[in-house]
Structures are given as structure tokens and as C-alpha cells.
């Protein structure tokens, strides 16, 4: 009988020093043996980026009271291809990313770090989770996240993930007593309605802050973004292959 430890790789997009991340250390550190590789600065919004044009530095950090923390110079991705290849010596039994200050509901999971490097764990053939919270507030409450983090965790260990399927995680920004449970659902069809803010330096140069409204045309139907708003935890089921796999033979027909 295997009585080893499970592995755990515990990365994020915020940051080492991010709230999230130590709550989430906080929440798998009892169900295995931690490896934590997160950005040495924080990484929103970076996607599925990787760095080629400078080298990748790693630096051992003591803030998790752990052997192997480690912070990293590149992104989220670049935390999970180092984790991989140069930190561990087996692969994980499960990647944790997260928890994310704010929601990676919808289309946000195409620019975000935090599912970008649950992605990336997926590609590895890792079981892989990303998890958010719906709150931007730097001193946001994460006591039901970590509950939410155990409960998926021990799921996920004890069952088996299909290859190349990670699960992306949202959980509402409400007290425990108003949590209402846990809905698999699918991403919802949203998208941000873009603008600009141009502005001037004190030099008279333009720059731009981009700003928007984030448009959602499945307000009644059944997904991550209908059941969050209920204080339910959503889980989305989600795979890499970006294939329209219905429109193969439509194209096939236009014979190119």
C-alpha cells in the first residue's frame, strides 16, 4: 500500500506575498507536501505568456516556513514550467492556483494568470485547479475559500481527473452562512464592451487606461456567472484544445 504524501505545487498570478496565495497555502498544507513557486510581482492579467527575451530567476523565500518556496522573476506559466522541469523531482499529484483577488468567471479565464497556469498544469498531464474570489479588496475574506479549497482538493485527489481538463473555481464574496453550495455549470458568454481613457502626461505625451463594461448575454441561463451571483461556488470544467471541433466540416467543405 502507498502511503506517500500527496504533492502539492501551490502557484498564483498575485504574487508570493499576496493574501490569496498564503490562504491558499493555509488551506492544502495539512493534505500534503507543499511546493510553492508564485511571481515575484504580481502577474494579472498576463495570460498564458511565457518569458523568452530575458532569463528566469528563482529566489528561495521563507515566508511559508516551507523547504521548497520559491519566488520567480517570470509569470504564472513560467512558475508551473520551472516547477516542472527544475524544482521537482516527480510530478504532482495536483497544481492549486490561486486564490485570485477577483472572479476568472467567462471569458476572463482567457487573460488570466491564475487559470493560465492551472492550464498549464493540465498540459503537463497535472490534475489542476484554479481558484478566485469575487473581491478586488486587498484584505478580502478568504475563510470560505479555503473551505472551498479543501473540499475540491480531497475531490480531485480521490478521483480521477480526465486528462487535459483542469477546473476553474469562482467563489462569491459572501459570509458562510449565505453560501448556498456548489454548482459544476458551464462559462458563461460574456465579453468586455472595450473603451479608453486618453489621458496626458505632464509632458503633453497621450496614454490610454483601459476601461469597459463587461456585457453578459446569458443573464437567465445556467453558468458560472448566473450561479455566482446566487452565492453558489461555481465549477467549470476546462481544457486547452481550442478547436471549434463543430465547424471541422463546414470549413472542410470550402475546400481550401
Known amino acids: 500500500m502507498n502511503n506517500r504524501r500527496p504533492l ?22 495539512d493534505i500534503g507536501d507543499i511546493v510553492l ?25 521563507n515566508t511559508f516556513g516551507i523547504e521548497h518556496a520559491y519566488s520567480c522573476s517570470g509569470t504564472p506559466v513560467d512558475c508551473v514550467k520551472l516547477g516542472v522541469y527544475e524544482v521537482m523531482n516527480r510530478k504532482p499529484d495536483i497544481l492549486v492556483s490561486g486564490i485570485n483577488h ?26 489542476s485547479v484554479g481558484f478566485s474570489l469575487d473581491s478586488f479588496d486587498s484584505d478580502a475574506d478568504f475563510s470560505l475559500s479555503q473551505t472551498v479549497v479543501k473540499m475540491v482538493v480531497e475531490k480531485v485527489l480521490e478521483q480521477q481527473m480526465p486528462i487535459g481538463v483542469c477546473l476553474n473555481v469562482n467563489i462569491p464574496d459572501v459570509h458562510k452562512s449565505e453560501f448556498q453550495g456548489m454548482k459544476v455549470c458551464k462559462q458563461a458568454h460574456a ?34 456567472l448566473y450561479w455566482i451571483a446566487k452565492n453558489f461556488a461555481t465549477v467549470v470544467p476546462t481544457k486547452f484544445d481550442m478547436t471549434a471541433h463543430e465547424q471541422l466540416s463546414k470549413i472542410e467543405s470550402w475546400d481550401l
Open 37 to 61: 513557486i508564485a511571481p515575484d510581482s504580481p502577474q494579472s492579467g498576463t495570460g498564458h505568456a511565457i518569458t523568452i527575451h530575458h532569463p528566469l530567476r528563482l529566489s528561495k523565500i
Open 102 to 127: 477577483g472572479a476568472n468567471t467567462s471569458t476572463n479565464v482567457l487573460y488570466s494568470g491564475t487559470m493560465s497556469a492551472a492550464v498549464e498544469g493540465a498540459m503537463e498531464g497535472i490534475p
Open 191 to 224: 465579453y468586455w464592451a472595450d473603451s479608453f481613457s486618453k489621458r496626458e502626461d505632464q509632458f503633453g505625451r497621450a496614454y490610454y487606461w483601459l476601461t469597459g463594461e463587461f456585457i453578459n448575454e446569458e443573464q437567465t441561463e445556467p453558468t458560472d
Open 8 to 29: 502539492i505545487f501551490v502557484t498564483n498570478d498575485d504574487g508570493f506575498s499576496a493574501k490569496g496565495i498564503k490562504c491558499l497555502f493555509d488551506a492544502v498544507k
